[in-house]
Every structure is written in C-alpha cells, then in structure tokens.
C-alpha cells in the first residue's frame, strides 16, 4: 500500500499545483481581456515586471491557453467546482492591502483597482518565487490568498511533509526531530546578527560572510556554518561558495530599517515594524528555551531516570531581580553551585540555604559519554558524506582540481577541532565532574546571545562557608543520594577577557571560575568523574523523589510540578528560574526590551488571519449600530482595535491591558494614529482581567478576547470569562453584548465525528470551514497544520495553558455562562473566530467560585496566623536583650554596646527583608492572580467617565 500512497499523495500535490496554475492563469487572462479593451496600444504582455523580485523566473504555465480544471470529484469534504473567473472567486476573502495585517475585505474591483494601479503587470503573473523578495503588495503574493491557492497550498505542503517521512530513513527522520533545535537557535543567530538587513542591499548576487562579518562583527567561521544550515532549510540562498542572499522566507522577516541604523540602536529595532522580525526573535528567544525544558517540567519524577527536577530557587537567590530575569541562567547560590540540593521547606528557604548536592559538571565529550548515548552510530552516517562539507549551492572550488577538495576538507576538519569559546556549560542535569579545559563547551541552549556577558561577582569561599554555621539548621551535609542534577553552570577559565560580544549585553550571567570555586567550595571531596552510563544505571526507574521534605512554590509543590496547572510552574518557570508568570516577569526591570518586543510581536502574529479572512474579521462588525462599544479584553498595545477603528468607523473601542503596556499603546497610537485618541473613538484602560469589568458608560457591544485564553489554564480563563460574563448584557434591554474568542482552534489528527459535515445550525450553531484534504492525508492536515501545534505547546511550556480543540473552548465557554453561537475559520488557516452569547452560569461553577473564595480566606487567615506566631515566638521583646547593660560589662569588653545595637538592627532588616519577601510571593502566587491591582483605581473610571461624558 506504501506506492499507492505515495502515488495518491503525488497526486495530490499534483492537482494542488494544477489549482494553484489556474488561478493565476485565470488572473493573467481577465487583466489581458480588461486592458485590451481599455488599451489598445498594449497589446503585448510586457515581460519585464515591476514586481520587486530580483530574481525572474519564467512563467511555469502558457496563459494564454486556459488550463483545464483539475479538480478531481473525489475529494471529500469540500470538493471544488470548476473554477469560475476570479471576480467571483474574492468577494469574500480578505487580501492584504498594505500590511500581512490588514483586516479590510477587498472586493474584486478593489483588487482590481489596487493590481492595476500599482503594478502595470500583465498576463505573466507567477507563484512567488522562492528566490525573490517577500512583498505582500505585488500580485503574485496577494494571489496566495485566494481560497484555492491557500487551499492548494496547505494540500501541498501536506503531502510533501508525509511523503518526507514515509520514504526517509527513520534514524534520519529521528534525527531531524532530535536534533531540529538548531533551526530556531540559527534563525535567533540570523535575526539578533541583523543580516537580513545587512543583505537586503546585496540583491540577488548575495554577500559574502567575510562583508557581513565585516558589518555585524560576527565571527566568520561561525556566521558561516549558520548561514548555511538555513540555507539547506531553504531559509536563504548560497548563491556562490560562502556567498549569500535573502530570499521569499527571510526576506518577510525585513524590518526594513538600514542596518547602521538598528546597530546603532538596536532596541529600536522593532519599532514601528510588522513585528516578523521581533515575532522570530520572540519564538527562538524566550519560548525556544522555555520549551527546553518542556520534559524536566513534566515528567513525573518516579519515571525521570536520567532528570531530577530541581526546585525553583528564585527565593534563594542573592541576585537582583534583574539578572535573574533576562536570563534563563540560574542564579549563583549555593545551589546552582553544588547542584540543587534536595527541596527544602519553602517557609524556611529564604533563611537557609539549600543542601548541596553531588555531581555538578559532566563532560559529554567524554568518549564514554559518546558511546553511552550511541554516537557511535553517526559515523556510519558521517562516513557517509566523507567528511567533507556539502554546499546547498553549487562549490566551484570543490569541482576546480583535487588540490582544491583536499584544501576544503583540511579546513572542515579544522573546523571540527574543539571550538575556542571561553565559556564553559555545565548540563543542568548531569553528574558533576569538574570542568577539564581538554573540553571546552560551546553556547548552547541556556547561553544566548545576549547571555554571553561579562561575569558576575563570583561567589566567595565566604559566601558558602557562612551558611556552613555550626548549629545553623541547615548545614552543608552530604547528599543523601549520588546523583543529583546539576543546574546549569555557566563557567569560564579565570584568564580569559570578557568577549567583545558581550558588550551591549545587559544581563550578566551567573558565571564561574571553575577550579576556583568549586575545590574551594565543595563540601566534600568531588568524586571520579562519572559518565552517563554510571548516571543511568545507578537510578532504577521507579526510584521516589530525591527528598521527603517538600517545597512548596507557589502552592505546588515540587513532587507534583508534573501535574500542575499553575502559570507559574511552567517549563518556563524552570528555563527562566522564576517564581512569576510570564508577563509579570516580562515587567521586571531587565526585561523591558523582551517586553517591547513581545508587544510588537503580538503585532506580526497577524500573519496568522492573513489567510482567507479568517480571525477577527469572521464577526460581522458592520452590523453593529453606530456608536457600540467594543471591549479589546487583554488588547496589547492595540493592533487590533486599530485596523478594526480604521475599517469600523461607526464604532467605538476601549483597549485594556495592563499598565505598562497600556501605557505602550498610548506611545504607539500617540505617533500613528492620534486623531482616533483625541477624536474620542478610542480609550486605553489599565485593568487586569483577573478583576471585575469596570463600570463602563456605554453598554459593551462586543468583548473581543484575540489570543487571550490560550495564554491560560481552564481555571484561569473562565475567571476571565466570568469577569466578562458578569458584566454582559444579555439582551433584556436594548443590547445583547457578544463575545469574540480569536484563536487556534486544533483539530484532531484524526477525523473528528463532531466536526464533520455541515453546521449545526441554531442551538449552538458551529460552522467549520476546515481545509480541504482527501486520505492518505491526515484529517488535520499534518505539517500544513503544523503552526497551530506549534503554539499549542508553546503555551503549555509557557504558561501551562494550551490551544483548545473545538469541544474544550464550546466547555470552557459554557462553564462560565457563554454559549458559542458559531465557529469559523478561513480555508487554510486554523485560527478561529468563535462568537459566543451570554448563558446561564452554572451551577457548578458558581459552587466552585463560592468554594475557592473559602479557601483563599481560609488561607489568608493561616497566613496571618502564621506571620504573628512567628512573631510572637520572638518574644515581647523581639529577640532583644532583656537586661540593660552595665558599666561593667564596658569596662570589661563582655558588652559591646555599639555591637549590640548593630546585630539588633542587622536582624531588624532581615526581619523586614522576609516580610517583603513573603508578601512578593503572595502577589505572585497563582491563587492571588486575582487580587493582583493593576492601576483600575478610582481615577481611571473617573477620568473615562469624563471621557465618555458625552454619551
Ligand atoms: C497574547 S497577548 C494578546 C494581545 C492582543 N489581544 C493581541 O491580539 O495582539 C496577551 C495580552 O494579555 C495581557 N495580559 C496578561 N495578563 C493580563 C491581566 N492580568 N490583565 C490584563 N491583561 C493582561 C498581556 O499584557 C498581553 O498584552
């Protein structure tokens, strides 16, 4: 069956094309048919066009003989009429106009109008090509959106995906897999570098590395093999040995700024962009490393042979908040030293230090290592291509003569040699060796870029010994297991400069001089360095937690981190050694270019309602009575309600989202469209969603919830829901307020009963618009479908949420009193548009409120009863002397009054120091989200009253 598959899926892609072709003929023809009639004098089709791609290709079809459709009746679900002239085809697609973002729904004429005025093209009009430039405005590229092309599109890439998998190797396949992290890590290496921008002036000859290096003061060798390995994933072109050029994919993520300008100012960068570039730099940022960490989370510990969780150990931390919020480094205490010491009670973290642990540091060049995890394996596959490097462009130097390949391969194996890097990395989860220089280790997941800094004070020999107090109630003891996982160790050899790199870096991590620290540090003599084969045999599988004491972050303790659904005890919390959920730490002081950035990330996100009309767009806005207020829930900085104000003139907005970013949003609209804040049209409203709708003047027409609920867990989003369920209108009175969810909606990879056929209609009508597919393909569509999967997980490692298949958002809505009246996704696309209308709460649900608000009373008053026990413990006089002293004890050096004083006041302050200390984890604690204030005081419903007075 495995032919007739592969035949059946080349046959798919073989009609997909056939598709594609006809609609572009189609197009070519009705413009030949239209400026005949309207010029006469240009007959001829001119060949040379004004698209801004650098590189023409010819035309793949004659358009000047219609082709025939294609379409072959068996297609199941939606199966396509013969295609009729475009006019008919776009009434109802959104095309981009002037941004991937654009919500305007363009009529034919429209796209006529706006074809024929801005590009004089006529019947040559191709698929883009891989070899040009991404420009959303030429023809070419506005055509992808036809229905029929994104359709055919996603069968294509579909087809192609499974076909790769069914006929390659499995260990290949594995291997891409396992090993495909290096394709975010290089596109983050690509983006931070700038050298899109850098090459966009090269055109199509490219640039050679030794000119960009030149440019961006990359290392050569490096910035090479990285160009490359995106070149061989058709990200770039090698148009020439070690010469490169953008092409159709990189070029989208162009800011479009000159170079010298973003190095000049590189926080600027993303400023006023369609936030592709900061999009890109978001995803291999921040989420590539949170989702590193996706299985040390999520793993149940009696499972985890190899990975022992280490406890979160933020409250430990000596390091300001800063540094330990730009990096997912962890911070320098006695345990990411020693290793993670076995969880100890949260209550008393913050006085004591954590116990050290066993091994540290682990060489995984070890040769055992190597045979352990089977590298040995790769040198059939290594023998394979010979050693010599392979060129994804033609190497003229390697056909030239036999002395050129032997030069070639000299320089790959040099290449091969161990790397110069200074930097050392301890794995997080690895026994600990000390680091041998013969090894030196490169960056790697937890040292980015921007981690590459300069080091932090190291931690003293003093540091630790004054935790080693005799008496103290935790001491520095022996582990009570060999193995204990190490947190990552950043380390470098004491004689080494600071890298010119690590200049403009803001974060300096935690890093270690090796030798130094640890025979000085460790508690005990460092055993034989153990390899991984030691490591894995030495812990049967089922073997319980390393502790019987238990921490408690959060609420969670570490034994059940696995099961927990808090937004705080994501992969990310791990990754990022943080206690906050994602955009609470976005907000702490180091961070404030990644929250720039997440702002104008959220912006290029559009790219997921380009297709088809999807998203927002499904709502019909234009019914809404002139005047009706639309809420944009969790707006950002308002990209959203900005095309919708310019689209909807009739309507009004209120953008709410947290202070600092509304107060971003304010900037952004300040400069682009001012007249729409002064007009009175738009407001934006610091409110934290967790709280009760304010009192809003106008009745909301619409709350709009664009890529909000897939930020939280269930728990978490029907409190938001609730909150706007409660201050809907349902209809009694003149209004009838609506709510609209845009998000993923995922599909099964399976066919879904519930989702075939046509709409339910009425009672919770649901219409699908799912893409079309035939089998063998999968129902979802496979790796066509693969974004939707892709932010799936990303939440889940984020904020321990996820995108909802259709069955969880139509629970979750109903949960808390919104009955989802319909669905709908454009073909091609998975990003949904769900309108729901107010319900009855259930009961259940009104229960499970009543029981939380008991609990969380239950627990403040233990809280409180905690703090003043504590207190009390201290006795009436706090712990001060209860005798005055006497001269004598002065004259006799027994009683040093000024000593006194001071130790007195030193326990003062720590006294106070952990009282704050309690009070920020409550704040963040995922049972408190709720009672987090953001700055709806009084006076903002006062000055919107005065906003809206008119009204
Ligand atoms: C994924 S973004 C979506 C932004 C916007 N809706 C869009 O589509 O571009 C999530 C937004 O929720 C905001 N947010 C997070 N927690 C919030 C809270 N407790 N109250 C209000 N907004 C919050 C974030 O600041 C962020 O702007």
Not at 209 to 223: E, Y
Not at 299 to 320: E, G, K
Not at 528 to 546: A, D, H, R
Not at 906 to 914: A, D, G, N, T
């Amino acid at each position: 069956m495995t032919i007739a598959d592969l035949r059946a899926l080349h046959a798919i892609i073989g009609d997909a094309i056939a598709d594609i072709e006809h609609v572009y003929a189609s197009y070519n023809r009705k413009y030949e048919d239209e400026d005949d009639s309207h010029d006469p004098h240009w007959r001829s089709p001119s060949p040379a066009s004004s698209e801004s791609s650098y590189y023409s290709t010819s035309t793949s079809f004659d358009s000047s003989r219609p082709s025939t459709p294609t379409h072959s009746s068996s297609f199941p679900t939606t199966p396509l009429e013969p295609l009729s002239p475009i006019e008919s085809k776009f009434p109802n697609i959104q095309i981009q106009l002037d941004s991937p973002f654009s919500l305007g729904k363009c009529s034919s004429r429209r796209l006529h109008t706006d074809f024929a005025d801005r590009v004089h093209m006529k019947n040559d009009t191709d698929f883009p090509s891989l070899f040009g430039i991404y420009d959303p405005n030429s023809p070419a590229e506005k055509l992808t959106a036809h229905p029929e092309v994104a359709s055919a599109t996603k069968r294509i890439v579909a087809a192609c995906g499974q076909m790769g998998v069914m006929v390659q190797v499995p260990f290949l396949t594995l291997c891409d897999g396992s090993m495909g992290y290096h394709l975010p890590s290089c596109l983050r290496f690509l983006e931070a570098s700038h050298t899109v921008e850098i090459l966009r002036d090269a055109g199509k000859k490219g640039m050679h590395v030794n000119d960009i290096a030149a440019k961006n003061g990359c290392d050569v060798g490096k910035l090479t093999h990285i160009l490359r390995l995106l070149a061989t994933h058709h990200f770039l072109t090698e148009v020439s040995a070690d010469t490169f050029a953008v092409n159709r994919v990189s070029s989208a993520m162009d800011t479009g700024k000159p170079w010298q300008d973003i190095l000049a100012s590189p926080e600027k960068k993303y400023e006023g962009t369609k936030g592709v570039a900061a999009f890109v730099a978001m995803c291999s940022d921040e989420l590539f490393k949170a989702a590193a960490w996706m299985t040390d989370t999520f793993l149940p510990p009696a499972i985890n042979s190899i990975v022992v969780r280490t406890a979160t150990p933020t409250l430990l931390s000596p390091q300001s908040p800063s540094i330990r919020a730009s990096s997912p480094l962890p911070p320098l205490t006695p345990s990411t030293i020693l290793g993670p010491a076995a969880p100890i009670l949260r209550g008393a973290s913050s006085r004591h230090p954590r116990r050290p642990s066993g091994h540290d540091f682990v060489d995984c060049q070890d040769s055992e290592c190597s045979k352990t995890m089977g590298l040995s394996g790769f040198d059939d596959h290594i023998g394979l291509v010979g050693g010599a490097e392979t060129f994804p462009c033609e190497d003229s130097q390697l056909s030239e003569s036999s002395e050129g390949i032997s030069k070639r391969s000299k320089s790959s194996w040099r290449e091969l040699s161990p790397p110069k890097s200074p930097y050392r990395l301890a794995s997080p989860w690895s026994p600990m060796s000390p680091p041998t220089s013969r090894h030196p280790r490169g960056p790697s997941n937890f040292l980015s870029t921007d981690d590459l800094t300069p080091p932090s004070p190291i931690i003293s020999r003093r540091t630790l010994t004054d935790y080693n107090v005799p008496g103290s109630p935790i001491s520095l003891r022996q582990p009570s297991r060999t193995f204990l996982p190490a947190s990552p160790v950043v380390t470098r050899p004491r004689s080494h400069s600071r890298h010119p790199s690590c200049i403009h870096s803001p974060s300096p991590p935690r890093l270690l001089s090796p030798k130094s620290s640890f025979s000085s540090l460790s508690p005990r003599p460092l055993s034989p360095k153990p390899s991984l084969t030691s490591l894995s045999l030495k812990f049967p599988l089922n073997s319980p937690p390393p502790s019987s004491e238990v921490t408690l972050v959060n609420g969670v303790s570490d034994a059940d981190v696995h099961l927990s659904n808090s937004p705080t005890r994501s992969p990310f919390n791990t990754a990022f050694r943080t206690e906050k959920e994602f955009f609470a730490w976005l907000e702490e002081k180091g961070n404030v270019g990644r929250l720039k950035r997440f702002g104008c990330a959220m912006t290029g996100s559009g790219g997921w309602e380009d297709v088809g009309g999807g998203g927002v767009l499904a709502f019909p806005w234009d019914t809404l009575p002139t005047g009706s207020l639309v809420v944009d829930v969790g707006g950002g900085i308002g990209s959203t309600s900005l095309l919708l104000a310019k689209k909807f003139e009739n309507l009004r907005f209120v953008v709410q989202d947290r202070v600092g970013v509304v107060k971003m949003g304010e900037d952004a609209w300040r400069e682009r469209a001012p007249e729409l804040l002064d007009g009175g049209r738009v407001m934006f409203l610091a409110h934290d969603f967790f709280t009760p709708q304010p009192t809003l003047p106008v009745p909301p027409a619409v709350f709009l919830l664009r890529v909000i609920t897939h930020d939280w867990p269930d728990d978490y989003a029907r409190k938001i829901l609730l909150n706007l369920r409660r201050a809907a209108l349902d209809g009694e009175g003149d209004v009838k307020t609506r709510l609209v969810v845009a998000d993923h909606v995922l599909p099964l990879a399976c066919e879904d009963l519930m989702t075939k056929g046509t709409a339910e209609e009425g009672d919770g009508l649901v219409e699908i618009r799912l893409p079309s597919w035939r089998p063998p393909l999968l129902s979802n569509l496979g790796k066509a479908s693969a974004n939707a999967y892709w932010m799936d997980l990303t939440m889940r490692c984020m904020f321990n949420s996820q995108e909802r298949t259709l069955r969880e958002m139509i629970t979750l809505l109903e949960s808390a009193g919104w009955k989802a009246m319909k669905m709908s996704r454009a073909e091609g696309s998975l990003f949904g548009c769900i309108i729901a209308e107010p319900c009855e709460i259930p009961s259940a649900t009104l229960i499970a409120e009543e029981e939380e608000q008991a609990r969380l009373k239950l627990q403040a008053a233990e809280e409180a009863e905690r703090e003043r026990s504590w207190a009390l413990s201290m006795g009436d006089t706090f712990g001060s002397r209860v005798y005055l002293p006497d001269a004598i004890d002065f004259d006799e050096g027994v009683f040093d009054w000024f000593g006194f004083r001071a130790v007195e006041f030193e326990r003062e302050k720590e006294r106070e120091k952990e009282k704050k200390r309690a009070r920020r984890r409550k704040a963040v604690s995922c049972m408190d989200v709720r009672e987090f204030r953001m700055g709806r005081e009084e006076e903002d419903v006062k000055e919107m009253e005065a906003f809206w007075g008119g009204l």
